[in-house]
């Protein structure tokens, strides 16, 4: 239905802050480890559902997707069968818009099998205070009522602002508040890595665009 | 700060897009069956509607409501205050109210601007007399983008009383920003004399321009106008201007074909042209809602609106 | 017992600096180092004296509409913006279309004192365009009636305009009239044009209002009588007046100040202030106005001071009431739009306000050269200062100033009317 008028042009990688130079950013995981921390996510996801067999991947906007994309690569290979996976938006429920401008939405798109009854894995590549996976999980209600709920972290940070942990981590990193945590993606930023920085710099102005990934899940 | 949608020429074409891709995700939302977001939670958006128009009512209080604002319906046609100080007066209940967003329809050009100089918060207009429509605009760029992708270079001809049709001043604004090609088509005396300094061709000779056209949009034409001599009588009008099922013939296999609504069928279009698979009139009504909750989300959802203008264009 | 005022070192009509004497109620002497027993001396170094000015067209609103002005408040609006006369429209409740009504209105003036106010008298009946009001009876009056209009309305009907022009040559009378096609103009908000097109207003197309003076040009030709046309405001316009004076014939116009220095791109923000009939035109309507008012295709600077109480304005554009008060800005509009411009000389600025004004209404007392003998109504006034244009401060009772906010040149320092000081050191006396 929405497939005509989709823009042709990818999504353009959005320069990270210290992507090029890094003053101050300290890699903490480079390419090679974030492969192997998604291998070992994904075997654990196949013991932790015996087999993936209901799994759908949700990736949560925008470095989610990604993750969720190669997830699901990971897991069809071992399984050899194709393991459904989609992506999720949570702007429209998050409890901090008002903090900001509104933001350009992404896109929610789910698996054609739906959600219903299925072990639906949250991806998404930080946790810090939980506040995302809280929107993530309510945005989940008005889509549908899976199972369970997992969820799968490429970093956890810490200092959780609310009752929630992953069941999937990749790397625990511990970190001080005033800290920031920046994962680039190749897909999306053009390499592959996690970055410590010092303070927080200001925050980002309104997106104009979608930068979400906006590949659809299958 | 950006505040208030009152034309769209408040839209640069960033903020022309940044709501037309949000209404495409926004769009899903009407497959679901729960249909219902929390994002404008404690907002107030008041529906002040000076004329009837049911259907462009209901439209922004699904819109609202699908994105959990609280709405208050403030209909002030009928009622002894419809004329004069009663819109200032008016303004002060909304902000005593604490609307966040007032949708005002009403029968004079301008009178959003007025409330815009009365209210903190942001207006948006749903229509006022023969001046602008910039929401109906914007479904329908959402309804041609939909139908036929990017609308940059694409051949779009608008049909019918130019003059008094506020969908009209706001779809030429509007699709210019977004790079289409508008001609109008209509009798010149019912095209603006200054027409000429607008961004768009203007012809009176709707069978030469059909046939390069990959959207057709007829405005309603109201009977009455010829009793002030815009045209001798409704036979010649249609005759001349209508859209029929011979004519409908002369548009390229692709082309669709719009309406503001409500129609006079017979009149500028026929009945069967109005039925046909090519006419999106149906979608209008439906995209309408999602390009309503946009324009919604992006003035009230964050911290300040991120589309529209500072004081009315 | 009158007061004796000497005015020292005063440019008169900008030219050298000299002295005026005014002494019961004429000027009694001008020259240099002028001096009489008992005088008062006002210093006037750096000020321009200038006759006292003198309005066609003026609305002062009583009878009918005190909310909105009155004869008192707004002639003294009239006597800060240095004028000792206006002409005070006929469009009043009741309409001053009968010897009763213009007495009235005059003797108000006379009470009040700020200047002088001569009532126009209505052409027809309850301005209705359709039987001639008592226009004798009002000649007659004391109020001695010589300029007539509809004004708000135009004589539309070809042949009472007529018969109204013939009619008044018996008293030398003159029809000011109020040019507006009225079916080109039926629900007309604006000038016809760009902005209207991009607002979605309904037009006021100039045609409507050239016709009329060429109808009216011609029919003062053809039966010999004077024609004034009231607020000029399109460069088709004076292309006619243009025409018609170089025929010889008896035809006078007007120009509002807002319509010397305003254009219709100021209606983009639907702010009823800038709501008047007729509309503010383009940008080379107002350049074509500018230059007729310096040749003397237009002979005069009216104000068309349109006074209204402020929810006629609060309000959408459409259901607005139409006008501009214009008294107390005048001179600084004209000061802006002509001299600044070098358009205009001070000595033309007395011509355009003053001189020919009074002769077009066939006033005695008013327009006279500032010499001795003439009646003492003078202006002091200061072209040295720039201010922001605050209506709060306006002696009229209404605040519809489309001036407002903007920074113009000049104050009025002193209005004397026969000697007599209504203003005095900018103050109201
Ligand atoms: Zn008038």
């Given at each position: 239905?929405?497939?005509?008028?989709?823009?042709?042009?990818?999504?353009?990688?959005?320069?990270?802050?210290?992507?090029?130079?890094?003053?101050?950013?300290?890699?903490?995981?480079?390419?090679?480890?974030?492969?192997?921390?998604?291998?070992?996510?994904?075997?654990?996801?196949?013991?932790?559902?015996?087999?993936?067999?209901?799994?759908?991947?949700?990736?949560?906007?925008?470095?989610?997707?990604?993750?969720?994309?190669?997830?699901?690569?990971?897991?069809?290979?071992?399984?050899?069968?194709?393991?459904?996976?989609?992506?999720?938006?949570?702007?429209?429920?998050?409890?901090?818009?008002?903090?900001?401008?509104?933001?350009?939405?992404?896109?929610?798109?789910?698996?054609?099998?739906?959600?219903?009854?299925?072990?639906?894995?949250?991806?998404?590549?930080?946790?810090?205070?939980?506040?995302?996976?809280?929107?993530a999980l309510d945005a989940l209600n008005d889509l549908g009522r899976p199972r369970a709920v997992q969820l799968a972290i490429l970093v956890d940070?810490?200092?959780?602002?609310?009752?929630?942990?992953?069941?999937?981590?990749?790397?625990?990193?511990?970190?001080?508040?005033?800290?920031?945590?920046?994962?680039?993606?190749?897909?999306?930023?053009?390499?592959?890595?996690?970055?410590?920085?010092?303070?927080?710099?200001?925050?980002?102005?309104?997106?104009?665009?979608?930068?979400?990934?906006?590949?659809?899940?299958? | 700060?950006?505040?208030?949608?009152?034309?769209?020429?408040?839209?640069?074409?960033?903020?022309?897009?940044?709501?037309?891709?949000?209404?495409?995700?926004?769009?899903?939302?009407?497959?679901?069956?729960?249909?219902?977001?929390?994002?404008?939670?404690?907002?107030?958006?008041?529906?002040?509607?000076?004329?009837?128009?049911?259907?462009?009512?209901?439209?922004?209080?699904?819109?609202?409501?699908?994105?959990?604002?609280?709405?208050?319906?403030?209909?002030?046609?009928?009622?002894?205050?419809?004329?004069?100080?009663?819109?200032?007066?008016?303004?002060?209940?909304?902000?005593?109210?604490?609307?966040?967003?007032?949708?005002?329809?009403?029968?004079?050009?301008?009178?959003?601007?007025?409330?815009?100089?009365?209210?903190?918060?942001?207006?948006?207009?749903?229509?006022?007399?023969?001046?602008?429509?910039?929401?109906?605009?914007?479904?329908?760029?959402?309804?041609?983008?939909?139908?036929?992708?990017?609308?940059?270079?694409?051949?779009?001809?608008?049909?019918?009383?130019?003059?008094?049709?506020?969908?009209?001043?706001?779809?030429?604004?509007?699709?210019?920003?977004?790079?289409?090609?508008?001609?109008?088509?209509?009798?010149?005396?019912?095209?603006?004399?200054?027409?000429?300094?607008?961004?768009?061709?203007?012809?009176?000779?709707?069978?030469?321009?059909?046939?390069?056209?990959?959207?057709?949009?007829?405005?309603?034409?109201?009977?009455?106008?010829?009793?002030?001599?815009?045209?001798?009588?409704?036979?010649?009008?249609?005759?001349?201007?209508?859209?029929?099922?011979?004519?409908?013939?002369?548009?390229?296999?692709?082309?669709?074909?719009?309406?503001?609504?409500?129609?006079?069928?017979?009149?500028?279009?026929?009945?069967?042209?109005?039925?046909?698979?090519?006419?999106?009139?149906?979608?209008?009504?439906?995209?309408?809602?999602?390009?309503?909750?946009?324009?919604?989300?992006?003035?009230?959802?964050?911290?300040?609106?991120?589309?529209?203008?500072?004081?009315?264009? | 017992?009158?007061?004796?005022?000497?005015?020292?070192?005063?440019?008169?009509?900008?030219?050298?600096?000299?002295?005026?004497?005014?002494?019961?109620?004429?000027?009694?002497?001008?020259?240099?180092?002028?001096?009489?027993?008992?005088?008062?001396?006002?210093?006037?170094?750096?000020?321009?004296?200038?006759?006292?000015?003198?309005?066609?067209?003026?609305?002062?609103?009583?009878?009918?509409?005190?909310?909105?002005?009155?004869?008192?408040?707004?002639?003294?609006?009239?006597?800060?913006?240095?004028?000792?006369?206006?002409?005070?429209?006929?469009?009043?409740?009741?309409?001053?279309?009968?010897?009763?009504?213009?007495?009235?209105?005059?003797?108000?003036?006379?009470?009040?004192?700020?200047?002088?106010?001569?009532?126009?008298?209505?052409?027809?009946?309850?301005?209705?365009?359709?039987?001639?009001?008592?226009?004798?009876?009002?000649?007659?009056?004391?109020?001695?009636?010589?300029?007539?209009?509809?004004?708000?309305?135009?004589?539309?009907?070809?042949?009472?305009?007529?018969?109204?022009?013939?009619?008044?040559?018996?008293?030398?009378?003159?029809?000011?009239?109020?040019?507006?096609?009225?079916?080109?103009?039926?629900?007309?908000?604006?000038?016809?044009?760009?902005?209207?097109?991009?607002?979605?207003?309904?037009?006021?197309?100039?045609?409507?209002?050239?016709?009329?003076?060429?109808?009216?040009?011609?029919?003062?030709?053809?039966?010999?009588?004077?024609?004034?046309?009231?607020?000029?405001?399109?460069?088709?316009?004076?292309?006619?007046?243009?025409?018609?004076?170089?025929?010889?014939?008896?035809?006078?116009?007007?120009?509002?100040?807002?319509?010397?220095?305003?254009?219709?791109?100021?209606?983009?923000?639907?702010?009823?202030?800038?709501?008047?009939?007729?509309?503010?035109?383009?940008?080379?309507?107002?350049?074509?106005?500018?230059?007729?008012?310096?040749?003397?295709?237009?002979?005069?600077?009216?104000?068309?001071?349109?006074?209204?109480?402020?929810?006629?304005?609060?309000?959408?554009?459409?259901?607005?009431?139409?006008?501009?008060?214009?008294?107390?800005?005048?001179?600084?509009?004209?000061?802006?739009?002509?001299?600044?411009?070098?358009?205009?000389?001070?000595?033309?600025?007395?011509?355009?306000?003053?001189?020919?004004?009074?002769?077009?209404?066939?006033?005695?007392?008013?327009?006279?050269?500032?010499?001795?003998g003439s009646p003492a109504n003078v202006v002091l006034y200061d072209p040295a200062p720039r201010t922001v244009v605050d209506p709060s401060q306006?002696?009229?009772?209404?605040?519809?100033?489309?001036?407002?906010?903007?920074?113009?040149?000049?104050?009025?320092?002193?209005?004397?009317?026969?000697?007599?000081?209504?203003?005095?050191?900018?103050?109201?006396?």
């Amino acid at each position: 239905m929405n497939a005509a008028f989709r823009p042709a042009e990818p999504a353009a990688p959005r320069p990270a802050e210290g992507a090029d130079g890094d003053a101050g950013h300290k890699a903490v995981l480079e390419a090679p480890d974030i492969r192997r921390a998604l291998t070992r996510i994904a075997h654990e996801i196949l013991e932790r559902t015996k087999g993936a067999e209901d799994v759908v991947l949700l990736g949560i906007q925008t470095r989610g997707v990604t993750l969720a994309r190669r997830l699901a690569a990971r897991l069809e290979e071992v399984e050899g069968r194709p393991v459904p996976w989609g992506s999720l938006d949570v702007t429209m429920h998050r409890d901090d818009l008002r903090m900001r401008p509104a933001r350009a939405l992404g896109r929610t798109d789910l698996p054609a099998g739906g959600i219903d009854d299925r072990v639906v894995v949250l991806v998404d590549d930080v946790l810090f205070s939980g506040r995302t996976v809280r929107a993530a999980l309510d945005a989940l209600n008005d889509l549908g009522r899976p199972r369970a709920v997992q969820l799968a972290i490429l970093v956890d940070r810490g200092h959780r602002e609310l009752p929630i942990r992953a069941d999937y981590v990749g790397k625990n990193l511990p970190t001080s508040k005033r800290e920031t945590v920046r994962v680039l993606l190749a897909e999306n930023d053009g390499r592959d890595a996690v970055l410590l920085g010092p303070a927080a710099s200001p925050p980002p102005g309104p997106a104009r665009r979608p930068a979400a990934d906006r590949g659809a899940g299958r | 700060m950006k505040r208030h949608l009152i034309s769209a020429a408040d839209l640069s074409r960033d903020d022309a897009l940044l709501v037309l891709d949000t209404a495409e995700e926004l769009a899903q939302i009407a497959d679901r069956s729960i249909k219902k977001l929390p994002t404008l939670r404690g907002r107030t958006v008041v529906n002040l509607f000076y004329e009837d128009s049911t259907r462009t009512r209901i439209s922004f209080e699904a819109a609202a409501k699908r994105l959990s604002a609280d709405v208050i319906n403030f209909s002030a046609k009928g009622s002894s205050v419809s004329k004069g100080e009663s819109l200032k007066d008016t303004a002060l209940t909304l902000e005593a109210m604490g609307a966040d967003a007032v949708v005002i329809r009403h029968g004079a050009s301008g009178a959003p601007h007025r409330l815009a100089g009365w209210v903190r918060g942001s207006v948006i207009n749903a229509g006022d007399g023969t001046h602008e429509h910039p929401t109906q605009a914007l479904l329908d760029a959402f309804t041609m983008r939909r139908r036929l992708g990017d609308l940059e270079g694409r051949k779009v001809t608008i049909v019918g009383d130019v003059l008094h049709s506020r969908v009209a001043r706001s779809n030429v604004l509007l699709l210019n920003t977004l790079g289409a090609d508008v001609t109008l088509v209509a009798p010149p005396t019912l095209l603006p004399v200054a027409v000429d300094s607008w961004p768009c061709s203007v012809s009176y000779d709707l069978d030469a321009v059909l046939p390069k056209s990959d959207v057709v949009m007829m405005l309603r034409v109201q009977r009455e106008r010829m009793n002030a001599a815009y045209f001798p009588t409704v036979r010649e009008y249609s005759r001349r201007y209508g859209l029929d099922a011979e004519r409908l013939a002369k548009l390229p296999e692709h082309a669709i074909v719009m309406h503001p609504g409500p129609m006079n069928r017979g009149v500028e279009i026929a009945a069967e042209v109005a039925d046909s698979p090519r006419s999106t009139i149906t979608e209008q009504v439906a995209n309408g809602v999602s390009a309503r909750m946009a324009v919604l989300y992006l003035l009230l959802g964050g911290s300040e609106p991120a589309i529209g203008a500072e004081v009315p264009a | 017992m009158s007061r004796t005022f000497v005015i020292k070192g005063a440019r008169i009509l900008g030219a050298q600096p000299a002295d005026l004497l005014l002494r019961d109620g004429v000027i009694a002497e001008v020259g240099t180092g002028l001096d009489a027993a008992g005088a008062e001396v006002v210093d006037a170094d750096g000020l321009v004296a200038l006759p006292g000015l003198v309005d066609l067209h003026t609305h002062l609103r009583e009878p009918g509409r005190e909310d909105a002005e009155t004869v008192e408040t707004g002639t003294r609006a009239a006597a800060r913006g240095g004028y000792t006369a206006v002409h005070a429209m006929a469009n009043t409740h009741p309409v001053a279309d009968t010897a009763g009504v213009v007495e009235q209105v005059w003797r108000l003036g006379r009470e009040a004192g700020y200047c002088d106010v001569h009532p126009v008298g209505a052409v027809t009946q309850g301005i209705a365009g359709k039987q001639l009001a008592e226009l004798g009876a009002m000649a007659d009056s004391a109020a001695r009636v010589r300029v007539f209009s509809d004004d708000g309305h135009c004589v539309s009907d070809a042949m009472i305009m007529r018969r109204a022009l013939e009619y008044v040559k018996a008293f030398d009378g003159v029809i000011a009239q109020h040019a507006q096609e009225p079916r080109l103009t039926e629900g007309a908000q604006m000038n016809e044009g760009e902005v209207s097109a991009r607002l979605g207003l309904p037009g006021w197309p100039a045609v409507a209002e050239e016709a009329i003076i060429a109808r009216d040009c011609l029919l003062a030709a053809h039966v010999g009588s004077r024609l004034h046309v009231c607020h000029v405001s399109t460069a088709g316009s004076v292309e006619i007046l243009r025409w018609a004076k170089s025929k010889g014939w008896r035809v006078t116009a007007e120009v509002t100040p807002h319509h010397l220095l305003l254009d219709d791109a100021l209606v983009a923000g639907y702010d009823p202030v800038y709501k008047v009939n007729p509309p503010l035109r383009t940008a080379e309507d107002v350049a074509a106005l500018r230059e007729a008012l310096a040749d003397g295709t237009i002979d005069a600077v009216a104000t068309d001071h349109a006074p209204h109480p402020a929810e006629a304005k609060e309000t959408e554009w459409d259901c607005a009431a139409m006008g501009m008060i214009g008294l107390e800005t005048a001179l600084s509009v004209v000061q802006e739009a002509m001299v600044e411009t070098g358009l205009l000389d001070w000595a033309g600025v007395a011509d355009r306000m003053s001189f020919r004004p009074a002769r077009i209404g066939r006033l005695t007392g008013q327009g006279r050269p500032l010499e001795a003998g003439s009646p003492a109504n003078v202006v002091l006034y200061d072209p040295a200062p720039r201010t922001v244009v605050d209506p709060s401060q306006f002696a009229s009772k209404s605040r519809n100033c489309p001036f407002a906010g903007l920074e113009l040149p000049g104050r009025v320092v002193a209005t004397f009317l026969r000697g007599r000081p209504t203003v005095l050191e900018g103050k109201l006396q």
